[in-house]
């Protein structure tokens, strides 16, 4: 890994994830919180109109308009389409970006604690996670690398390298002290990685650590008419990063029956009862978990 | 008190509140669930295009509009004026109403756990308090009973009798199994108290408990251009009903500093940093402890 010249730190990618909103609005009159010797920062707040409005978009999730060709694409021009076109001009462009780094700062509805979500798992980000989680032992490092850096969708892949910082539990539309200090915490111990990365000062890290990796998405019970007919059962629910075992209770139905999870696999189920994944009836995402050797 | 004849069980007065409006499905199909021998009983959703919209309200808060002097006022006119409008003539007239006695089902984003809100401390309301709670201990009384009912500008003030139920902590846009299986339950024993008054069958209740009644709303701090400048402090967050004292950590100012509670008693807060009510830059509610004798 050469070097990182230049950092963007993103907020407000979803109009109602307060965290990173507010953290912006502070740093604008402290750069100094997130400046560093090594390289040049700016702030970008992604989707103020969506903020304004209290909501997640105006049109369309911001955070999934990121695709090459979509971004090539000027017919696709809702508001959030043309804010994706807009701000890929200004860090990017993706495949060829000016910006060498992005911190897209996010919250969920869901209770996963401080998650530090990495595109890839090459050694700089590999040792992202040893570091981050030596500083901050909450920390949970989350591999969403089933797909390159530019096939995902994400704002953070417009650079080649970028991270999502996901905190919560917090309700859509809410500031919690507990969720921003973490927010604030991890994106210090981020900035502070890259620095000492730059600089050749990464101090000595542990030689391997757990960590997770994205399997599957699952959906919400559905009947045949796509209707949503049951919910996240109670022993799963805020049970984020906790093991689910084939034959575990999932979902309960309205009707009071319940679902059993049967995988071939240990699970770890994350982003449960996200409220904003209600829009694609999706239930949670379910991880594997991963020992990182560093 | 004499014979309740008809009751409405109403849920999505706010749509992006749930577990109402998931219940008002579940026993549309099955009305034998809210059914009981001595009164006759309806299911109203209150503001199905909130709940499409997938928010609170569509122009202003449907449960604020239920002043006399506004429901008879035909200049007030937005989406929310009209449904109050609405309702007041399927339920009431609030004065003098057809129905006696109204359910109203809320979720707060608070801990609140299964909450009681009883406008008025008559005897029907009070003994209604002890049976819920020596149903379901977890459940919280709280009187605002501040106001006499026809003051109140809520739904459930078109009927001289009338609860709110109020159910947390849960995300807005989000149905949670232990929020909707409390829900259900506090319904429950609602009705049958109901028709146990009615039939003269109540049984020995507790002589004393503990509850609490509404004293002042708390904003959240604000700078001279009423920008918000601080949050909930994270000792006071999630503690909803638990006692805060002259001195005690109220706010976290987003400089870092802290702001105490200097207030001359024993405060409860409730509707702790709820979502919803920032809209009007409100941090939570005070109660004092009462104990209601039966």
Redesign the interface.
């Known amino acids: 890994m050469t070097k990182i010249n230049s950092v963007a730190v993103v907020g407000g990618t979803h109009g109602n994830e307060f965290s990173g909103i507010?953290l912006l609005?502070?740093w604008k009159n402290n750069l100094n919180l997130i400046s560093r010797g090594s390289f040049s920062v700016q702030t970008v707040f992604a989707n103020p109109k969506a903020h304004e409005e209290n909501?997640r978009y105006v049109d369309s999730d911001l955070n999934r308009q990121f695709d090459i060709a979509e971004l090539a694409n000027l017919d696709l021009a809702n508001y959030e389409q043309s804010r994706a076109k807009v701000i890929n001009n200004q860090l990017g462009p993706k495949g060829d970006a000016k910006t060498d780094f992005i911190i897209d700062l996010h919250n969920t509805?869901s209770n996963m604690g401080p998650s530090l979500i990495l595109l890839q798992s090459d050694e700089f980000n590999c040792k992202m996670g040893a570091y981050v989680k030596s500083r901050m032992p909450e920390a949970v490092v989350v591999f969403e690398d089933h797909a390159s850096v530019e096939e995902h969708y994400f704002l953070s892949s417009i650079t080649p390298q970028g991270v999502i910082v996901e905190i919560g539990?917090q309700?859509?539309?809410?500031?919690?002290?507990?969720v921003?200090?973490w927010m604030e915490d991890m994106t210090r111990h981020i900035l502070d990685y890259v620095d000492l990365h730059n600089t050749n000062a990464l101090p000595e890290l542990p030689s391997s650590y757990e960590a997770f990796e994205y399997k599957e998405t699952l959906k919400l019970p559905e009947n045949e008419n796509g209707e949503r007919i049951g919910?996240?059962?109670?022993n799963v629910?805020d049970g984020d990063f906790k093991q689910l075992n084939s034959g575990d209770p999932i979902f309960?139905l309205?009707d009071g029956s319940e679902i059993s999870w049967e995988g071939d696999y240990e699970a770890y189920p994350h982003f449960i009862?996200e409220?904003a994944y209600?829009d694609n009836n999706l239930a949670m995402s379910l991880a594997k978990k991963r020992i990182v050797e560093v």
């Open positions: 507010y609005r502070k909501k509805t539990p309700p859509q539309s809410v500031i919690r002290q507990d921003l200090d919910m996240v059962h109670k629910q309960t309205f009862n409220a209600y």
